[in-house]
């Protein structure tokens, strides 16, 4: 206990490095699944963490302590946390409790409302075209879901150009992207240590989508690449439309692409050549992921432990 | 702004509800008033809270009306794909998290983005066609 249920906290700091080795040097499907899967992992047992640490602040409470007819002397000599500690540990597990559900909550309602609004889009074929000058594109998850495409996009690309756009936003719907991206932000929402994984997987669900999108038109990466400069060229262009940067927060600054957005990103990771399959990364992932579980698994028997030796 | 817009979850609740309202008018065919929405509708909304609604989707310019009485009549500003296609701009832009909800192409870019996109795809490339 004294150790092992603080180690997923501080494993939870390996989320900023990890999360940009993943984003930039591992294959795009695998990382969103690599770093979905952390957050999940990483945010259950830092919770489960707290949970525990706020435990051994609850049985020092004399009334609890007589319920479960714990020794208060026994507790307070082999319990290892301070109760200054279990207080904050209790606190902070209030927040992450509360954070995590409100993100939960909402999410499920947008999700809920935009597939209502998908169902209400006239599209048999799953594609609807907005008549509207500004150049925009969009998946719309649904049952089943909608890509939505504006004309003043349509009229920027060419037909190879529009058929690039169309398979890379049914490569979101047909792969359930908002749902690695829910997930990950679940995490991150319950401890904001993780959240650089939630930011890495909204990038790397783009990067698969463009990959699927080469494979499944020509094959030609390079074309993609344009495709996506073509339509963020004329989005910045058109005025109005304030930018959305969601992926400012990337840490580091050891090339002029490690503070850029994502277009950049996406489209300089397209004319390189594409990433092999390494297994390094998803072992590391494994072996940190395993880490926690073991220490939270570790901690809750250190805690059974002490609950038998103070209800002896 | 309805009076209780500070309010997130009734916020939401009434977007749900000018879903149902823009149902009943694309239904009736005919402009209705008001009252007669909330006839249509039979249920817990009240006649203030329709007509709240339903000034705030003809701001949206998603409702036309013309007077009647002493209220306004008002019916659905264009067909039902049109409809469709402003509700995708207009309605869906008001949800907090619908960024992260819809998967967009492209987002924006700063300037610093867009020098740099320039350098990678490379001066001879016909982006601004």
Same mark, same amino acid.
């Given at each position: 206990?004294?150790?092992?249920?603080?180690?997923?906290?501080?494993?939870?700091?390996?989320?900023?490095?990890?999360?940009?080795?993943?984003?930039?040097?591992?294959?795009?499907?695998?990382?969103?699944?690599?770093?979905?899967?952390?957050?999940?992992?990483?945010?259950?047992?830092?919770?489960?963490?707290?949970?525990?640490?706020?435990?051994?602040?609850?049985?020092?409470?004399?009334?609890?302590?007589?319920?479960?007819?714990?020794?208060?002397?026994?507790?307070?000599?082999?319990?290892?946390?301070?109760?200054?500690?279990?207080?904050?540990?209790?606190?902070?597990?209030?927040?992450?409790?509360?954070?995590?559900?409100?993100?939960?909550?909402?999410?499920?309602?947008?999700?809920?409302?935009?597939?209502?609004?998908?169902?209400?889009?006239?599209?048999?074929?799953?594609?609807?075209?907005?008549?509207?000058?500004?150049?925009?594109?969009?998946?719309?998850?649904?049952?089943?879901?909608?890509?939505?495409?504006?004309?003043?996009?349509?009229?920027?690309?060419?037909?190879?150009?529009?058929?690039?756009?169309?398979?890379?936003?049914?490569?979101?719907?047909?792969?359930?992207?908002?749902?690695?991206?829910?997930?990950?932000?679940?995490?991150?929402?319950?401890?904001?240590?993780?959240?650089?994984?939630?930011?890495?997987?909204?990038?790397?669900?783009?990067?698969?989508?463009?990959?699927?999108?080469?494979?499944?038109?020509?094959?030609?990466?390079?074309?993609?690449?344009?495709?996506?400069?073509?339509?963020?060229?004329?989005?910045?262009?058109?005025?109005?439309?304030?930018?959305?940067?969601?992926?400012?927060?990337?840490?580091?600054?050891?090339?002029?692409?490690?503070?850029?957005?994502?277009?950049?990103?996406?489209?300089?990771?397209?004319?390189?050549?594409?990433?092999?399959?390494?297994?390094?990364?998803?072992?590391? %992932?494994?072996?940190?992921?395993?880490?926690?579980?073991?220490?939270?698994?570790?901690?809750?028997?250190?805690?059974?432990?002490?609950?038998?030796?103070?209800?002896? | 702004?309805?009076?209780?817009?500070?309010?997130?979850?009734?916020?939401?609740?009434?977007?749900?509800?000018?879903?149902?309202?823009?149902?009943?008018?694309?239904?009736?065919?005919?402009?209705?008033?008001?009252?007669?929405?909330?006839?249509?509708?039979?249920?817990?909304? %009240?006649?203030? %809270?329709?007509?709240?609604?339903?000034?705030?989707?003809?701001?949206?310019?998603?409702?036309?009306?013309?007077?009647?009485?002493?209220?306004?009549?008002?019916?659905?500003?264009?067909?039902?794909?049109?409809?469709?296609?402003?509700?995708?701009?207009?309605?869906?832009?008001?949800?907090?998290?619908?960024?992260?909800?819809?998967?967009?192409?492209?987002?924006?870019?700063?300037?610093?983005?867009?020098?740099?996109?320039?350098?990678?795809?490379?001066?001879?490339?016909?982006?601004?066609?």
């Amino acid at each position: 206990m004294h150790v092992a249920v603080y180690l997923p906290l501080l494993l939870s700091l390996l989320a900023a490095p990890g999360a940009r080795i993943l984003a930039e040097r591992c294959e795009p499907r695998l990382a969103t699944w690599l770093l979905t899967v952390s957050a999940v992992v990483l945010a259950a047992a830092s919770t489960a963490s707290l949970a525990l640490l706020a435990v051994t602040g609850l049985i020092r409470i004399p009334p609890l302590a007589a319920i479960g007819h714990w020794s208060l002397q026994v507790v307070q000599r082999d319990d290892p946390a301070e109760l200054s500690v279990a207080v904050v540990a209790g606190v902070l597990l209030a927040a992450a409790a509360f954070a995590a559900a409100r993100m939960m909550g909402r999410r499920v309602r947008s999700l809920a409302r935009a597939a209502l609004d998908a169902a209400c889009v006239p599209a048999p074929d799953g594609l609807m075209i907005l008549d509207d000058p500004a150049p925009d594109a969009f998946a719309l998850p649904g049952l089943p879901g909608r890509v939505v495409v504006s004309t003043g996009m349509l009229r920027v690309l060419d037909d190879g150009e529009q058929r690039i756009l169309l398979a890379h936003e049914r490569a979101h719907l047909d792969n359930h992207h908002y749902l690695f991206v829910a997930l990950a932000q679940f995490g991150a929402a319950a401890n904001p240590l993780l959240r650089p994984l939630a930011h890495a997987a909204t990038y790397t669900v783009e990067r698969w989508a463009d990959e699927r999108a080469a494979a499944i038109t020509t094959g030609d990466r390079d074309r993609v690449a344009r495709t996506v400069g073509k339509a963020a060229l004329a989005v910045r262009r058109t005025p109005g439309r304030s930018p959305v940067l969601g992926m400012i927060g990337m840490i580091g600054r050891r090339s002029p692409l490690s503070g850029a957005g994502p277009v950049p990103r996406r489209v300089a990771a397209l004319l390189a050549p594409p990433t092999g399959r390494r297994i390094a990364p998803a072992l590391i %992932t494994a072996a940190v992921l395993l880490a926690a579980v073991v220490s939270t698994g570790h901690a809750a028997l250190d805690l059974h432990f002490l609950l038998e030796l103070a209800g002896a | 702004m309805v009076a209780n817009s500070h309010e997130p979850g009734r916020r939401r609740a009434n977007g749900e509800r000018e879903a149902e309202i823009l149902a009943v008018l694309q239904e009736a065919g005919t402009p209705l008033t008001p009252g007669e929405v909330v006839e249509h509708l039979g249920d817990d909304l %009240t006649y203030s %809270t329709v007509v709240t609604i339903l000034s705030r989707l003809h701001t949206k310019q998603l409702l036309t009306r013309t007077p009647r009485g002493r209220a306004y009549a008002y019916s659905p500003v264009a067909d039902e794909p049109g409809l469709a296609a402003r509700r995708m701009r207009g309605v869906l832009d008001e949800r907090p998290d619908r960024e992260a909800v819809l998967t967009r192409f492209v987002d924006g870019l700063s300037s610093a983005d867009e020098e740099l996109l320039r350098h990678l795809l490379g001066p001879e490339q016909d982006l601004d066609r």
